[in-house]
């Protein structure tokens, strides 16, 4: 039971540059997270899923683009990488219900 | 608009005494909140639910109570040990996946030896 998997571990990027960062989950969550983390400013959401054909946005969603494949996979798409998108990436998934979320291990990029 | 607040500085405590790690939130009447730890360069781990209705709930060593009336949830350690060392989030919510999941930004604990 892989749980929560995200991919790439870590990249590096040239500004303007375009990449996806992939997230699938095996435990039939419905509901799936993108967040970033920076030092001093904790886990910030970007987008996210509440069910299968669903997205909405978080609290800073600006320079991202998210498709919900399917159930188990949600992608984050970074269309032109500026520096200020340097940060570790996590995916997270949950059902609908308050139930607990569990996280991929990140990923974490570096735009230079 | 929503705001979580946590201790932004680190808590260090003595091993074997209680930690307690506050969360305040304005402008949000969650129906639960949630409480997570994090380890360097680990996604963050669940420890444990308080829906609105439940004052109080205990795992093991840890405890939490929801106080809907202050806005507060207390999360408490008890005969804290230097492998609880971690930053600690909280995660108040509505359920029902209409409103994503939001987290302070952490107070981090230090267990001394």
């Known amino acids: 039971n892989a749980g929560v998997t995200q991919t790439p571990k870590f990249q590096v990027l040239k500004t303007g540059q375009s990449m996806t960062l992939q997230c699938a989950q095996d435990?039939?969550?419905?509901?799936m997270y993108w967040y970033r983390q920076d030092p001093g400013m904790g886990l910030r959401l970007i987008y996210y899923?509440?069910?299968?054909?669903?997205?909405d946005k978080g609290e800073v969603p600006n320079g991202y683009n998210v498709s919900r494949l399917n159930k188990r996979e949600f992608s984050l798409r970074l269309e032109s990488a500026a520096p200020s998108q340097t940060s570790v990436y996590f995916c997270a998934s949950s059902d609908i219900n308050p139930t607990e979320a569990f996280f991929g291990q990140g990923t974490r990029l570096t735009v230079v | 608009s929503q705001k979580i607040e946590q201790n932004s500085e680190a808590l260090n405590i003595q091993e074997g005494k209680t930690a307690t790690l506050t969360c305040n939130y304005t402008n949000y009447s969650p129906a639960y909140l949630q409480w997570y730890r994090q380890d360097p360069g680990r996604g963050p781990v669940f420890l444990l639910l308080?829906?609105?209705?439940?004052k109080e709930k205990r795992k093991e060593r840890l405890k939490v109570t929801f106080d809907t009336t202050l806005k507060q949830s207390l999360f408490h350690i008890t005969a804290s040990q230097p492998a609880d060392s971690a930053t600690y989030l909280c995660?108040?919510?509505?359920?029902?996946?209409?409103?994503?999941?939001?987290f302070g930004k952490g107070t981090h604990l230090i267990i001394q030896p």
């Open positions: 899923s509440a069910s299968e054909g669903t997205t």
């Open positions: 435990m039939n969550h419905n509901s």
């Open positions: 995660a108040p919510g509505r359920g029902g996946g209409a409103d994503g999941l939001t």
């Open positions: 308080i829906r609105e209705n439940e």
